[in-house]
C-alpha cells in the first residue's frame, strides 16, 4: 500500500512538472557580441545582468519570481502569470533604456550594450536543463528576426529597439495600457523557420536619439541574401 502511494505521489509530481505553465517571455540579446574579445564578452555580459536587474527593480517586477536564464550572448527573463503584460512594456522597457544609455555615455566601445529585444506570452515547460516550448521558440525568433536586426543598424544611436509579439501588442498597446502609445509601434510580418506571425517594432525614443519612421523592412530569414551584410 505504502508502495503505490508513493509512486501515485511520484507520478502526480512528474505530471505537474511537465504541465506547461503560462509566462511572460522576455528574450534580451546583445548586438555584435561574438565579435569582442573574451574578456570583453565577460565584462558586458556582468554589466547587461546588473543593468536587467536595476530596470525589473525599478519597475517594481517581483525579483524573487523571476526566473532569469543565460542565453550567452543575452538573458532570458520568465515572468509569472500574475504580473500584467502591462508592465513589461512601460514601465520596463524605457527603464531598461535609460540604464543602457547611462551604461553606454560611459563606457568604451568594446563595452558599449546595444540588445534587441524580444516580448511575448504563451505557455512553457520545464525540461531537465531549462525552461522550453513553442512560445519560447517564437520569442527567440522575434529577437533573432530580420526586421529588428536591420533596424538597430539603421539607427546607430539607439541603445535598444522592441519586438511585441501580436499577443501583447493587443493584449496591452492597442488598449494604450499605462500610457502606450500605439502610433509608436509599426507592425512587420515576419516569417522565420516554423514562425509565420506578426511582430511590432518599437523604437524608445531620447532626445538625442529621435524616433524616424520606420522602412519596409524585408522580411525574408536571416539565411536570405538581403541580411549578409547585416552583423548585429
Known sequence: MTFRIHHALRDLHRRRHTDPQHRSIIVIDVAGFGRRPDPAQVR???????????????????????????????????????????????????????????????????????????????????????????????????????????????????????????????AVVRHGHRGTAPTEYTAVPLKVKEVATRAWIHQPAREDCPVTALRAPDHRSRSGTALAAVTS
Open 44 to 170: 558586458v555580459r556582468s554589466s547587461l545582468d546588473r543593468i536587467v536587474r536595476a530596470a525589473c527593480r525599478a519597475s517594481g517586477l517581483p525579483r524573487a519570481r523571476l526566473v532569469f536564464e543565460d542565453r550567452g550572448d543575452g538573458v532570458i527573463v520568465f515572468v509569472p502569470a500574475t504580473v500584467s503584460k502591462a508592465v513589461l512594456v512601460r514601465p520596463f522597457v524605457p527603464q531598461l533604456s535609460t540604464f543602457l544609455h547611462e551604461h553606454n555615455a560611459k563606457a568604451e566601445a568594446v563595452h558599449r550594450i546595444r540588445v534587441r529585444l524580444a516580448v511575448h506570452a504563451g505557455e512553457v515547460v520545464r525540461g531537465p536543463y531549462g525552461w522550453l516550448g513553442a512560445d519560447l521558440n517564437l520569442t527567440c525568433r522575434l529577437v533573432d528576426s530580420a526586421p529588428l536586426r536591420e533596424e538597430l543598424v539603421r539607427r546607430p544611436c539607439a541603445d535598444l529597439v522592441v519586438a511585441l509579439s501580436d499577443v501583447v501588442h493587443q
